[in-house]
């Protein structure tokens, strides 16, 4: 059985901290087959890791966290930016017109970035959204939406998607923190797979949601810091023209 980590965030996002290389050396560590850089509303992250996904031997899907105006969707298989802030069906309607395919992030919870049921079911009931919109996250291990994964989970029971588990990695440690089975090893078939709804979501890290907020903490102030020293050293080499 396959093992993929679909959610997975890099420098690429304001809040993640793991480069590209990071992210790939981790999934490596992991033992994961196939994996999805799914960056806020960015696939440049994505499209670097894929161009170098073979010195590392792992399938790399380009992809987006996309913020749409109703909650978080990831967005697998799309090599161009989606526009951020659009409905979730007209969002799905853009995925299906760049062949792409949808999985509802972190659904039914208590914060502003979470897919309502009544959402996602008006989306199931439209001809052209419901064509792309295959999976729902029921287990999210970033610390902020882990202890909701109860009410993900009962979601999802109610509805006709493949149950997908992510790791919503912001830091490169936590990669395959939850991981997706799926018969075979490549990006084809665990999208046949996802199409099929014969995932099979893992939870791998049990560990308490504050450490992994704490590290993930420590490695933010880190990269904010060495940012700010780098724009100060440049400007010192570059002084400004009179
Ligand atoms: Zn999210
Ligand atoms: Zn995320």
Not at 25 to 31: L, M, T, Y
Not at 119 to 141: D, F, T, W, Y
Not at 142 to 158: C, E, I, L, V
């Amino acid at each position: 059985m396959g093992k993929a980590d679909l959610h997975i965030h890099t420098t690429y996002s304001m809040d993640g901290t793991a480069s590209v290389r990071e992210a790939l050396e981790s999934a490596v560590r992991a033992g994961l087959d196939v994996i999805a850089i799914t960056d806020h509303d960015e696939v440049r992250g994505a499209l670097e890791a894929r161009a170098i996904s073979n010195e590392y031997g792992i399938h790399v899907i380009p992809g987006a966290e996309v913020s749409t105006s109703e909650g978080h969707l990831i967005v697998l298989f799309i090599d161009r930016k989606i526009p951020a802030g659009m409905s979730l069906i007209d969002t799905l309607i853009c995925v299906r017109e760049m062949g792409g395919t949808a999985i509802v992030a972190h659904p039914d919870q208590p914060s502003p970035t979470s897919i309502s049921m009544q959402s996602i079911r008006k989306a199931l009931e439209h001809p052209q959204a419901r064509e792309v919109l295959h999976g729902i996250e029921i287990c999210n291990m970033n610390p902020t939406h882990s202890p909701f994964n109860g009410r993900s989970q009962k979601a999802a029971d109610k509805l006709p998607l493949a149950h997908i588990a992510s790791s919503d990695a912001h830091i490169a440690s936590m990669i395959g923190a939850g991981v997706t089975g799926f018969e075979g090893s490549t990006s084809r078939e665990l999208r046949q797979a996802i199409q099929r709804r014969s995932t099979q979501p893992q939870q791998i890290n049990h560990e308490h949601p504050m450490r992994i907020f704490f590290r993930w903490l420590r490695l933010f102030i880190g990269r904010k810091m060495s940012e700010v020293f780098r724009r100060q050293a440049t400007a010192q080499r570059e002084p400004s023209r009179p």
